[in-house]
């Protein structure tokens, strides 16, 4: 159980289109997702939190503009990469948390890699 | 907000040999650090958690610490196999909702045989 998916798995794109990533929480429901970005050899960093029906929670410096994030349901988040630019070029991971039974455990999602090139 | 502090960067160690790894973490109200298994390209995978009412943790060859009042804990690694070597990630959250993981920087194992 307790299983994450995202889609898609890698993206190549040009610079200043848009570029949309799911994760889906595939056999509980989360209530709350996390967006991290990594970039090669570096550490997870926490892009926003998601909580299903509200608005997502930006960390300092991550453009919220930029960076749409939509928890529409219980089992699905959304990041939007707006008119990304090269700098964007990452690997975007989510996370989920099952507040109904797990409360601290996060499980991961095999993430996406962006190219924007 | 909580910050996570992670040493070493790289570790290289023979097989047989154990492997330790330490965080230190800065907001007092954390009381959940879990401890992740990175392979190149892949996600994170959970090897072993520990809350703030235990000091100590083991499953199998590795074991986790805890020290609340010096606010930092600790990967150990036994008989470390080629298999183990990877970017190893701790973390620390506040056990409530909502609230994220704070990852420290990673150290990356090298096991060699």
């Known amino acids: 159980g307790a299983v994450v998916s995202q889609h898609p798995s890698w993206v190549i794109c040009k610079s200043g289109t848009s570029v949309k990533i799911e994760c889906r929480s595939l056999?509980?429901?989360?209530?709350?997702m996390f967006w991290y970005r990594q970039f090669p050899k570096q550490s997870l960093m926490l892009m926003a939190t998601?909580?299903?029906?509200?608005?997502?929670?930006?960390e300092q410096g991550v453009e919220k503009d930029k960076f749409l994030i939509n928890h529409a349901s219980l089992t699905l988040s959304t990041l939007t990469v707006t008119s990304a630019h090269p700098e964007d070029s990452s690997f975007y991971i989510c996370?989920?948390?099952?507040?109904?039974?797990?409360?601290?455990?996060?499980?991961f999602g095999p993430g996406t890699r962006l190219l924007v090139l | 907000g909580e910050n996570v502090e992670q040493h070493p960067s790289t570790l290289s160690v023979q097989e047989g040999d154990s492997a330790v790894i330490k965080c230190t973490y800065s907001?007092?109200?954390?009381?959940?650090f879990p401890w992740y298994k990175q392979e190149l390209g892949k996600r994170p995978q959970l090897i072993i958690d520990?809350?703030?009412?235990?000091g100590e943790k083991k499953d199998q060859r590795i074991a986790v610490t805890l020290n609340k009042t010096a606010k930092h804990f600790s990967l150990h690694i036994t008989e470390t196999q080629p298999e183990d070597s990877a970017v190893y990630f701790c973390?620390?959250?506040?056990?409530?909702?909502?609230?994220?993981?704070?990852f420290g920087k990673g150290t990356t194992l090298s096991v060699s045989s």
């Open positions: 520990i809350r703030s009412n235990v």
């Open positions: 998601s909580n299903e029906g509200s608005k997502a929670t930006y």
């Open positions: 056999d509980f429901q989360a209530t709350t």
């Open positions: 973390a620390a959250s506040i056990s409530q909702a909502g609230t994220a993981l704070i």
């Open positions: 996370s989920a948390r099952d507040l109904l039974r797990r409360t601290e455990t996060q499980y």
């Open positions: 907001d007092s109200a954390s009381n959940y």
